[in-house]
Structure formats: structure tokens, C-alpha cells
């Protein structure tokens, strides 16, 4: 079974550009995760989909940072315009369907630089 | 608000030897989950195991065991016989049973193996 996938695994740009992440999750899984992991901490919940819907987006930065689903599988991650504070690593991660019991599975991260 | 913590933020064992990672949560729920999940230098978060609150049996998963505390509300990771493999960044978490299934992760304790 293939796993989380992500890209770009890095990326590197200026204050104030513009960048996205792309995320598909596991075949079949109807619940999608984006988080932050700012160096030295651990991962903090930007926004969780069910299919298309958003279910939590309570932590987004809805000024700069937005997220879509549209067919309910593959999604975007975007920052416009981008700040330093912004460097971290965004993790995707989805799970079968949206019940505690489930476990959720992570692709391999997009490291973002903001310089 | 749920908080998890984790007061080692890096430890370093001889190779065969156990090592016991500590976790202290706070919250006012009954019923949760907790986990602690791996993340190698690859990035790619891996649960390790998982513990339901109401439970008192306390989780094992091979080399992989806690101890549950859910009066102390401690959760520490016990890893035997330890390998190369295991060194990584380990991060316990806290999840509750109802309601939304975010996931709350402590800062992280990154464990070095040593041969």
C-alpha cells in the first residue's frame, strides 16, 4: 500500500514570495491533515478535511495560509505572501475515516525555508 | 486545553541497552488516547504505540512498552534491547476519545543510539 505522498521535500524562498504543497494521501482515506513542525517542536494542526469539507481550520493563519481539497483526495497548501516564521515543516497526514479509533499515517514532510 | 510534555529533550543509550522516555499530559477528560509516534532523520512521523485511557493494561508492541499512570497522568516509553534503528525524535501525544480527533504532541526528546 503506498503511503503519504508530498512535494516539493524542500523548498526555499523569500519573505513575501509565494509558495504550495502538495499532499496525496493514502488511497481510500477520506480524513486529510495538514501540520506545521516548526524546528524543535512538535507538530501543530493547521486544518483537518473530511472528503472536500473542512472540518477544523482553527489554527490556519487564514491571512496568509489557505488550503483545498476539491475532489476530496489530493491537496494544496498555500502561503501568500510568505514570513520568516513561516520556515518549518509542513506534514500531511490522513487516516481512513473520521473516528478517534483510527490511526493516522504521515508522508515524509516539505521543508520550507523562508530567508 | 490539553497540554503534553516532555521535560528530556535529548538522551543517548549504548546499543542493547533499555531506555525509558518520561511524559507528563494535562487534561480534564476521562477517555483519550495516547501515543507516542517515532520520527527518523527522514522525517516520516511512525506510531510506535498507542494506549486507550480507559484501559489499565499498559500497551506493549515488541521491543515497545508504556507505563501508564492515568492518576499521575504519565505516560512513559519504555524501548528494550535498544538498536541503531531506533534513534530518532520520539513524541508523545495526547488525543481525545470524543469529539475531534486532533492530536496534541509534546516538543519532542531526541534519542541517539550509540554502537
Known amino acids: 500500500e503506498a503511503g503519504v505522498a508530498q512535494s516539493p521535500r524542500y523548498k526555499i524562498i523569500e519573505k513575501r514570495q509565494s509558495v504550495a504543497f502538495w499532499c496525496n494521501p493514502i488511497s481510500g482515506h477520506a480524513t486529510l491533515y495538514w501540520y506545521q513542525q516548526i524546528l524543535g517542536q512538535g507538530p501543530k494542526l493547521l486544518i483537518q478535511f473530511q472528503n472536500n469539507g473542512v472540518v477544523d481550520d482553527s489554527q490556519l493563519p487564514k491571512d496568509r495560509f489557505s488550503a483545498e481539497r476539491l475532489k476530496g483526495v489530493d491537496s494544496t497548501l498555500k502561503i501568500q505572501p510568505a514570513k520568516l516564521e513561516d520556515s518549518a515543516v509542513y506534514l500531511c497526514?490522513?487516516?481512513?475515516?473520521?473516528?478517534?479509533?483510527?490511526?493516522?499515517?504521515f508522508g515524509p514532510g516539505t521543508r520550507l525555508l523562508v530567508l | 486545553a490539553q497540554t503534553v510534555t516532555q521535560s528530556q529533550p535529548e538522551m543517548s543509550v549504548q546499543e542493547a541497552e533499555t531506555v525509558t522516555l518520561s511524559c507528563t499530559y494535562d487534561?480534564?477528560?476521562?477517555?483519550?488516547?495516547l501515543f507516542w509516534y517515532k520520527q527518523p532523520p527522514s522525517r516520516q512521523m511512525i506510531l510506535v504505540i498507542r494506549?486507550?485511557?480507559?484501559?489499565?493494561q499498559n500497551a506493549t508492541e515488541n521491543r515497545f512498552s508504556v507505563n501508564f499512570q492515568k492518576a499521575a497522568k504519565s505516560f512513559s516509553l519504555k524501548i528494550s534491547d535498544s538498536q541503531l534503528g531506533d534513534t530518532a525524535m520520539y513524541f508523545c501525544?495526547?488525543?481525545?476519545?470524543?469529539?475531534?480527533?486532533?492530536?496534541?504532541f509534546g516538543k519532542g526528546t531526541r534519542l541517539h543510539i550509540l554502537p
Open positions: 497526514a490522513s487516516k481512513v475515516r473520521l473516528v478517534s479509533q483510527e490511526t493516522q499515517y
Open positions: 487534561t480534564s477528560e476521562n477517555n483519550y488516547y
Open positions: 501525544a495526547f488525543m481525545k476519545h470524543a469529539g475531534d480527533d486532533k492530536i496534541i
Open positions: 494506549q486507550e485511557a480507559y484501559k489499565q
